[in-house]
C-alpha cells in the first residue's frame, strides 16, 4: 500500500494491489488484464507470462548491490547428505512450483544428477520451506540464496564458500529488533556482528533463532537474473513510461525501504532496468525441464 501511494502521488494514477495466491495465478491476472496490470514475477513467471501473452519486463530487483541471485539446496546440517546425487530417492521440500529459485533451477539440477526425489511437498514459500528443512518434514529443501553481507570491505564472490564458517556458527543470533540474523564479532563497535545472513534462512530467524546451527547449504546454483516488475501486453506506453519515472524516484526514498525494500516482503534494495534477452538462458532451462502454465508443479 505504501508504493500504491507514493505512485499515486507521484502520477495521480489509481492502483489497486492484490497478492495472488501462486506465481501461476499471478500471470493468468496479467494475462487477463493486458492493458492495466503491472507485476512482480520472477524469472520463470515472467517466462511463462511472456510465452504466454507477451508480458514485457521493465525491471529487475537489485539486492544490495547483486542484480543476479542463486537457488541453494539446504539439508539438515546433521545429514548424512554430503551431494547432490545423494539426495535420490529423498523427500524434497520446495517454495512453489513457480519459483525459479525454488523449482525450475533445481528440477535441472536434479536431471543433472539422475536425482528422483521419493515426494515432493509445496512449503507454501520460501521461508516455508526452510521450516519444513528445520521441522524435519523433509529431507532437502530448495530456496533462494543471497550473498551474505561480511566484515567492512570485504564482499562475497561467486565461487567463495556460501554459507557461515563453522567457527562462526554459534555466535550467529537476531539482532536489531529482529530484523537481521548475524554472526561473529562487533569489530566496529555498532552493536551488530559483521556477517549478516541474506539467504532464505534468515526469514525463519525469529520463529527459530538457531535456525543456522540446524539448517546448511549443500550446494548453490549457477547466477540467476532477479525478479522482475513486468507489464502487461497491451499495457499503454505513456502511463508506462510515466510509471517507470515514478519508480526510479521512488527506490530512491525511505518509503521504499518499508514496502518492496522490505527483507519480510520482496527485500528489493533498489532496481536497474532490463531487457527481455536477459532471460534467454533461463528459457533454455525452461525447455529443457519441460515446464508450462499447464503442467506447473506436476
Not at 561473529?184 to 541474506?198: P, Q, T
Amino acid at each position: 500500500d505504501i508504493m500504491a501511494e507514493a505512485l499515486n502521488a507521484a502520477t495521480g494514477l489509481t492502483f489497486e494491489v492484490s497478492v495472488p495466491t501462486s506465481y501461476a495465478s499471478t500471470i493468468e491476472e496479467m494475462c487477463s488484464s493486458p492493458e492495466n496490470s503491472m507485476g512482480f514475477i520472477p524469472g520463470l513467471g515472467y517466462i511463462l507470462a511472456s510465452n504466454l501473452c507477451d508480458v514485457d519486463v521493465a525491471f529487475k530487483a537489485v539486492r544490495f548491490g547483486w542484480p543476479v541471485y542463486w537457488a541453494q539446496v539446504i539439508v539438515p546440517r546433521d545429514s548424512d547428505v554430503t551431494s547432490v546425487a545423494d539426495l535420490d530417492g529423498l523427500k524434497w521440500g520446495y517454495p512453489d512450483a513457480g519459483s525459479t529459485s525454488g523449482f525450475m533451477v533445481p528440477s535441472l539440477l536434479w536431471q543433472e544428477n539422475n536425482v528422483t526425489p521419493s515426494e515432493e511437498v509445496s512449503a507454501g514459500g520460501h521461508t516455508g520451506t526452510v521450516r519444513a528443512v528445520y521441522n524435519g518434514e523433509v529431507d532437502f529443501g530448495t530456496t533462494f540464496f543471497s550473498p551474505p553481507l561480511l566484515p567492512s570491505g570485504e564482499r562475497w564472490a561467486p565461487g567463495d564458500f556460501p554459507d557461515v564458517p563453522d567457527d562462526l556458527i554459534p555466535t550467529c543470533e537476531v539482532q536489531r529488533d529482529g530484523d537481521h540474523l548475524r554472526c561473529g564479532e562487533d569489530a566496529d563497535g555498532d552493536g551488530l556482528k559483521d556477517f549478516r545472513v541474506l539467504d532464505a534462512r534468515a526469514g525463519l530467524r525469529t520463529e527459530a533463532p538457531d535456525v543456522i546451527e540446524k539448517v546448511k547449504i549443500l550446494e548453490i546454483s549457477a547466477e540467476i537474473p532477479n525478479d522482475t516488475l513486468s507489464f502487461g501486453p497491451e499495457f499503454p506506453a505513456d502511463i508506462r513510461a510515466q510509471i517507470e519515472e515514478a519508480l526510479i524516484a521512488f527506490a530512491e526514498t525511505d518509503a521504499w525501504e518499508d514496502s518492496i525494500g522490505n527483507g519480510d516482503f520482496y527485500d528489493w534494495s533498489g532496481i536497474d532496468t532490463a531487457v527481455d534477452s536477459e532471460y534467454d538462458d533461463l528459457r533454455e532451462i525452461v525447455q529443457i525441464v519441460g515446464i508450462t502454465l499447464e503442467n506447473i508443479g506436476e
